[in-house]
């Protein structure tokens, strides 16, 4: 059985930081694509960033510079680290697997990140 469980959204100031962390189990970790999603209130869900088992990166343009996204294997764990944050990053992060063309498989329950002005 398949489990991604996120941790360390919360309430945070704008411009300031915030890590999330996903630990996955059930799955073969190291193989695996792995991304963050978010949705906001009213909008639909959209990518944030994805790493590959070989570790390249892709970014949504409005998080690339402000957003790193990181996995250690060893622990089963992908990271999204959130600086600078806005108002508008106010959303439930999602983590997710994916398979090779880009689908995602599976889903976590999701954690809130609110940005206050």
């Known amino acids: 059985q398949v489990q991604l469980v996120e941790s360390g959204g919360g309430l945070v100031q704008a411009g300031g930081s915030l890590r999330l962390s996903c630990a996955a189990s059930g799955i073969d970790f190291s193989i695996n694509t792995m991304a963050w999603y978010r949705q906001a209130p009213g909008k639909q869900r959209e990518m944030v960033a994805r790493i590959t088992r070989s570790r390249t990166t892709n970014y949504a343009d409005s998080v690339k510079g402000r957003f790193t996204i990181s996995r250690d294997d060893a622990k089963h764990t992908v990271y999204l680290q959130m600086n600078s944050l806005k108002p508008e990053d106010t959303a439930v992060y999602y983590c997710?697997?994916?398979?090779?063309?880009?689908?995602?498989?599976?889903w976590g329950q999701g954690t809130q990140v609110t940005v206050s002005s």
């Open positions: 997710a697997r994916t398979n090779p063309v880009g689908w995602v498989v599976d």
